[in-house]
């Protein structure tokens, strides 16, 4: 095709007299019925191993009344993941707290000294979320003292916390099919296997505590947050909990949530009614995220938790502050680590670090990095002996895979360079002892001239189709596929178009914002690239546009506008 670039991959053709929708479905895969889910296709939670030992362990505990704490992480997963559990055991009527590590103090996962401090408070069984699986020597060490029950959806490492009264992470071979939940989704999932067991609704208890069936679905908002904000697959299980969580949260109890909706102004996403997955990831994740990155994720927690009109606008208003704190810190350590990365320009991997780099976001970092350069990234925070910091993918290279061979291959030359890593095959958590930067460096990138084609990164578009399909109509249709995320991407189109105008907007000029037009049709489209200076376009030519449909709201017009993604001259 005349201007298609090497970086696209175009998965098909418009064919004439179908829908667009319903080509995208074919492509996809799906049928109709993928699309309107049912709550009752959830899973048996108790196919999850560990699940019916976790449950015993924890009804046990609430009989005996038993002190329980709710050990969590202080990201987005993290926090809903304590927020759910802990609240579910409250209303179970367990004598349960929570506990989430200070990202500063403490660095990720369970640590001695946290638990000695849970230990001496009397606690007698502690349940991780989000967290934990690679927390072997902690469970050994302290399972005399008090019970373990591990719950994490991350990559499993070479020892499992055996020791642990139950292990649940859906990577572990069990009879339950779906390996891709978040946190809070295997914190809910405990949730509903502790509710249903013992014929729990039919208990006077239960009757006492005001429980009806079904109560337990106000705490999908919290399931959806976490899911969408955790970046796992949207496919499957996920996209029951996400989606009945947004219909949720649309009509959420939660003052706090309520109050950061209202701070987190999206277009006209900014109320109860009009939230979807894009005003999640982009407008209430950051902003519940920014509490653990510059001072302590309890913020976050005490935000959902909040009985007060007044305590939750206050919390939303600070968490509000810190996240453009947050942003202004990203911008800078992002400026750095690029320049820094330049020094490398033959590196498959980037690997960087800098005292002055805040660990609480390196993990943004890389991520922005990874897709300035489309490789994968390391940003590392070097903090006298010991580097800790974060690292995102491209492509289908697995990073913690790579991070962990390569750690291999120092061991047996004598170098134990990495004492924590753990993560998923696109986004990772290390530490480097800093005197090995360099031979860490090199190794990686040697592992991964054997996985070239892993990282190529291509734009995949799902069809080309001509600009009279470009329509209102057609946008409103293709929500259905909704809510989008991993594995399930908003569509992306190419259509051949002309270029009417170009200009920058935005407080910083960072945005290109142009105007199309179809000579055939005689249709204009207005159309925005976000964080695209570089680009300089000729007037009246005509181009390859990739993009996605987008609706926009103003002064009670709705008009189909364009998000460019890349564009080529023809």
């Known amino acids: 095709m005349e201007g298609f670039k090497d970086s696209w991959q175009l998965i098909g053709q418009y064919l004439e007299g179908k829908s667009l929708l319903g080509q995208i479905l074919e492509q996809r895969g799906y049928e109709d019925t993928d699309l309107d889910p049912s709550y009752q296709d959830l899973v048996n939670p108790n196919f999850l191993s560990g699940m019916n030992k976790a449950v015993l362990r924890i009804w046990q505990a609430i009989k005996r009344d038993q002190k329980i704490v709710v050990y969590g992480d202080y990201d987005v997963d993290g926090v809903t993941a304590t927020a759910v559990l802990t609240g579910l055991l409250r209303d179970l009527g367990a004598d349960v707290s929570s506990y989430i590590p200070d990202r500063h103090q403490e660095g990720y996962g369970l640590n001695s000294e946290a638990i000695e401090g849970l230990i001496e408070s009397d606690n007698q069984l502690l349940i991780s979320v989000d967290c934990g699986i690679t927390a072997e020597a902690e469970v050994r060490k302290y399972s005399s003292q008090i019970d373990f029950i591990i719950t994490d959806h991350h ?35 405990l949730g509903l296997a502790l509710i249903y067991d013992q014929d729990w609704y039919l208990r006077p208890e239960s009757k006492q505590l005001g429980w009806k069936p079904g109560i337990e679905k106000w705490y999908l908002d919290l399931v959806a947050i976490g899911t969408v904000c955790d970046i796992v697959p949207l496919v499957d299980q996920n996209r029951i909990l996400v989606q009945y969580g947004l219909r949720v949260l649309n009509k959420t109890r939660r003052l706090g949530l309520k109050a950061l909706v209202s701070k987190s102004s999206i277009g006209d996403s900014q109320e109860l009614g009009q939230i979807d997955e894009a005003m999640i990831g982009f407008g209430l994740g950051p902003r519940i995220n920014a509490a653990g990155r510059l001072e302590h994720a309890d913020l976050s927690l005490k935000l959902i938790e909040s009985n007060t009109i007044d305590q939750a606008e206050q919390i939303a208003t600070e968490l509000n502050n810190l996240n453009y704190q947050r942003r202004g810190l990203c911008d800078t350590i992002f400026d750095q680590a690029l320049a820094r990365a330049m020094q490398y320009p033959d590196d498959s991997v980037i690997v960087v670090a800098d005292p002055g780099w805040s660990k609480s976001v390196v993990g943004i970092v890389a991520s922005r990095v990874s897709e300035e350069l489309g490789k994968p990234s390391l940003i590392l925070e070097q903090s006298g002996e010991l580097m800790v910091g974060s690292a995102r993918s491209v492509g289908n290279f697995n990073i913690i895979e790579a991070i962990r061979e390569v750690d291999s291959r120092l061991k047996e030359k004598g170098i134990d360079a990495l004492p924590r890593k753990g993560g998923h095959a696109f986004a990772a958590g290390l530490s480097l002892s800093s005197q090995y930067l360099a031979e860490f460096r090199n190794e990686i990138n040697l592992y991964a001239q054997d996985y070239s084609q892993d990282l190529v990164s291509k734009l995949v578009i799902d069809l080309e189709i001509p600009a009279h399909q470009l329509s209102l109509e057609n946008y409103h249709s293709l929500r259905a596929l909704a809510p989008f995320g991993a594995k399930n991407s908003e569509p992306k189109f190419v259509t051949r178009l002309r270029l009417a105008s170009q200009r920058l907007v935005g407080n910083n000029k960072q945005h290109s914002q142009t105007v199309w037009t179809d000579p055939i049709e005689k249709k204009v489209f207005k159309a925005i690239a976000f964080n695209d200076t570089q680009s300089s376009l000729i007037p009246l030519r005509d181009y390859l546009v990739v993009y996605q449909m987008q609706e926009n709201r103003f002064n009670g017009r709705v008009t189909l506008d364009l998000r460019i993604l890349d564009f080529n001259l023809i």
Do not use: E
């Open 155 to 189: 990559a499993l490492p070479d020892r499992l916390p055996d020791q642990a009264i139950a292990v649940i992470d859906p990577l572990i071979k069990s009879d339950y099919h779906f390996q891709y939940l978040a946190g809070v989704g295997v914190a809910y999932l």
